[in-house]
């Protein structure tokens, strides 16, 4: 267990990010929103994906909550059937769930446009609409599979209901895998014509969401291996483990730092994204003047 010292400090440290991951977020949010050069075909999903990582820092804290409660109390919940534990659960587990889903549809999209690049072009935006409703509704799905088995087995092998969770991780990242390893065979067997105009934007596109894939998974999968090994560790293992868990928080810590890093990506990676964020701040600094101004009147 570890002290209460220790729980203040680590609930300051997902407090602070909780709070950037929603401010970095809702910028790009409002960034995406006020430039229609942002809002191309290759970008619907990755703004669906911006709101999903905005929602992980905004309200997942509730279930970070429930484990720093545990942790400190040493104690499992024993209200575990109340409505405010299973929604902050299934809170929990649907955002995350929902952006790790939309990286793996990112993926198929970025694979459709590299092989079928003229059908891709002619792609109604409503499919987009469709795809990304489909996304939230399969997160929320295996959410409340995962909430309903995880009541249910209260007192029993609580942990086995994780199994679910740890099997649609592993699909989609098995389709994120092949999707971009397609891709990258294409790129380097295939030939290369000379492209030019949005064929060679489309190419970009690919090339950073590749980026932001890989920074996203190398960040989040510390924490998806600790639970892997948790699940599949003997009792002693187990409870090991347990005594440990500023080891748990810290990997936490850095597997929602996923929902961070997508914002500076984009601002190094995209000209138009980075374009739009200094004439934000330009005319946030031009109001802040004109405010000054008219106060020293």
């Given at each position: 267990?570890?002290s209460l010292?220790e729980c203040?400090?680590?609930?300051a440290v997902?407090?602070?990010?909780?709070?950037?991951?929603?401010?970095?977020?809702l910028l790009?949010i409002?960034?995406?929103m006020k430039?229609?050069?942002?809002r191309t075909?290759?970008?619907y999903?990755?703004?669906?994906?911006?709101?999903?990582?905005m929602?992980v820092g905004?309200f997942?804290m509730i279930?970070l909550?429930?484990?720093l409660r545990?942790?400190c109390?040493?104690?499992?919940n024993t209200?575990?059937?109340?409505?405010?534990?299973?929604?902050s659960?299934?809170?929990?587990?649907?955002f995350?769930?929902?952006?790790?889903?939309?990286i793996?549809?990112i993926s198929l999209?970025?694979l459709?446009a590299?092989?079928?690049?003229f059908?891709y072009?002619?792609i109604q935006?409503w499919v987009?609409w469709?795809t990304?409703?489909?996304?939230?509704v399969?997160?929320?799905?295996?959410?409340?599979?995962?909430?309903?088995?995880?009541?249910?087995l209260?007192?029993?092998?609580?942990?086995h209901?994780l199994?679910?969770w740890?099997?649609y991780?592993c699909?989609?990242?098995?389709?994120?895998?092949v999707?971009y390893?397609?891709?990258?065979i294409?790129f380097?067997?295939?030939?290369?014509?000379?492209?030019?105009?949005?064929a060679?934007?489309q190419?970009?596109?690919?090339?950073?969401?590749f980026?932001m894939t890989?920074?996203?998974?190398?960040?989040?999968?510390p924490?998806?291996?600790?639970s892997?090994v948790?699940l599949?560790s003997?009792?002693?293992?187990s409870?090991?483990?347990?005594k440990?868990?500023n080891?748990?928080?810290?990997?936490?810590?850095?597997?929602y730092?996923?929902?961070?890093v997508?914002?500076?990506?984009y601002?190094?990676?995209m000209p138009e994204?980075?374009k739009?964020l200094?004439m934000?701040?330009?005319r946030?600094?031009?109001?802040d003047a004109?405010?000054?101004?008219?106060?020293a009147?």
């Amino acid at each position: 267990m570890i002290s209460l010292s220790e729980c203040n400090a680590w609930f300051a440290v997902f407090l602070i990010e909780s709070v950037a991951i929603v401010t970095m977020n809702l910028l790009s949010i409002i960034l995406f929103m006020k430039n229609s050069n942002l809002r191309t075909r290759g970008m619907y999903l990755v703004i669906n994906l911006t709101v999903a990582d905005m929602l992980v820092g905004g309200f997942s804290m509730i279930g970070l909550l429930l484990f720093l409660r545990t942790g400190c109390d040493g104690e499992t919940n024993t209200k575990s059937t109340s409505g405010v534990y299973i929604t902050s659960v299934f809170v929990f587990y649907w955002f995350p769930m929902t952006s790790l889903t939309n990286i793996a549809v990112i993926s198929l999209d970025r694979l459709h446009a590299t092989f079928l690049p003229f059908k891709y072009r002619v792609i109604q935006t409503w499919v987009y609409w469709v795809t990304a409703v489909c996304v939230w509704v399969s997160a929320a799905m295996v959410s409340t599979l995962i909430v309903t088995w995880q009541v249910n087995l209260l007192g029993k092998e609580w942990t086995h209901f994780l199994f679910l969770w740890q099997s649609y991780c592993c699909l989609c990242l098995f389709v994120i895998c092949v999707s971009y390893a397609s891709i990258v065979i294409k790129f380097l067997c295939g030939t290369h014509p000379q492209q030019h105009g949005a064929a060679n934007r489309q190419k970009k596109l690919t090339v950073t969401l590749f980026i932001m894939t890989i920074v996203s998974l190398l960040i989040w999968l510390p924490f998806a291996i600790g639970s892997f090994v948790y699940l599949t560790s003997n009792s002693i293992c187990s409870l090991y483990y347990l005594k440990h868990l500023n080891a748990l928080y810290a990997l936490l810590v850095l597997s929602y730092a996923k929902s961070l890093v997508n914002p500076f990506i984009y601002t190094i990676r995209m000209p138009e994204f980075r374009k739009a964020l200094l004439m934000l701040f330009k005319r946030q600094q031009k109001q802040d003047a004109a405010m000054i101004r008219l106060q020293a009147r």
